[in-house]
DNA sequence: GTTGTTGCAAATTGTTTGCACTGGT
DNA sequence: ACCAGTGCAAACAATTTGCAACAAC
């Protein structure tokens, strides 16, 4: 899969994620592990947003012997203490990345070729304030992609045959 | 599941429909049988945004005989053919509703208790114009249900001990 | 030495597909 | 009578879980 997106996140030092995370692992009295350091190193290697699977290759490339279940756990673990956010794709599957320092910001994933994109931070506070005070819901805008067409996808004859990239974000 | 909102949709005589469903579909050389009808008539008793599980009870209590994959390959049909319409809810489920006679419009679901509600359908024009503009995506804002606390769940004390209605839209 | 985590295999859940047969038209 | 659509069982994909062995503290 390739989810990646141009848009470039600033790459914090590894090593440093990783010092910071076993610390706080250990003050929960949770542990620093194998899998869980893969998963860091996994995820802060790439800026764009990867789905299980796309963490599950990284990882078995440095070490084949982390279990996919493991890399769950992990992810899970990881999302739990903060470091780690998942927005919620359009075909059901999840996609992970490490929280950026510019705070959560939604996403927007094209229907055709299923690239997620990060959009501006506030793009959605008016929306949010009308939900609030009109329907009293209170909005995550981070959560869930905004679905649509890209850029590039929109350029495309829109009535070509359908020549998905990545089948299993369309329907 | 339960994803019934408390918001009424005009209920169109079923029996309406489905003759209008009926002579499309010769038209296009497809045919209107017993599963369709059963869907149809599922979707139309309930105002709601049912899952797929919802319409094969739905239409077991009707006809037992029916089965999921045809309640599956119906729904596909219909969609189709317009007159039904999925959104893609928080955990991969997907959810069906007939089309609306007020048209399309964008959804909202609690990552609580998983209700999903309509939301009015200008609500993200602006934001559609921006993304338009600014980086040249075209939102398709109905596609995907917004994510959020729904006004019962967020009265709720929000740090009392996770009590998931629908565990399978938690995470 | 504890006990949180892992690897594995098996169970779950949601959806799709191949195929012989049925039933609309 | 034709062939789109069905029922069924089996395949598939994504994720979760029980459990014995392991390794971080």
Redesign the pocket.
């Known amino acids: 899969m390739d989810i990646h997106p141009g848009a470039a996140r600033p790459t914090v030092a590894n090593a440093e994620v990783i010092a910071w995370v076993?610390k706080e692992?250990?003050a929960?009295?949770?542990?620093?592990?194998?899998?869980?350091t893969a998963v860091l190193t996994a995820l802060g290697e790439d800026p764009g947003h990867l789905?299980?699977?796309d963490v599950v290759a990284a990882v078995a490339a440095v070490?084949s012997?982390?279990?996919?279940?493991?890399?769950?756990?992990?992810l899970?673990?990881l999302c739990e203490l903060g470091v780690v956010q998942h927005i919620h794709l359009s075909h059901?599957?999840?996609a992970y990345h490490l929280s950026s320092i510019e705070g959560p910001h939604p996403h927007a994933q094209c229907v055709r070729c299923g690239v997620v994109r990060d959009l501006p931070p506030h793009l959605l506070d008016d929306v949010a304030v009308h939900l609030a005070t009109d329907l009293r819901f209170t909005l995550d805008a981070t959560h869930v992609a905004l679905s649509g067409l890209c850029a590039a996808c929109s350029e495309t004859d829109a009535s070509s045959p359908e020549t998905p990239i990545i089948a299993?974000h369309l329907?």
């Open positions: 076993a692992l250990r929960r009295g949770e542990r620093m592990t194998g899998p869980r789905t299980v699977e070490d012997s982390v279990h996919r279940s493991s890399v769950y756990r992990a899970e673990a059901g599957t999840t299993t329907h």
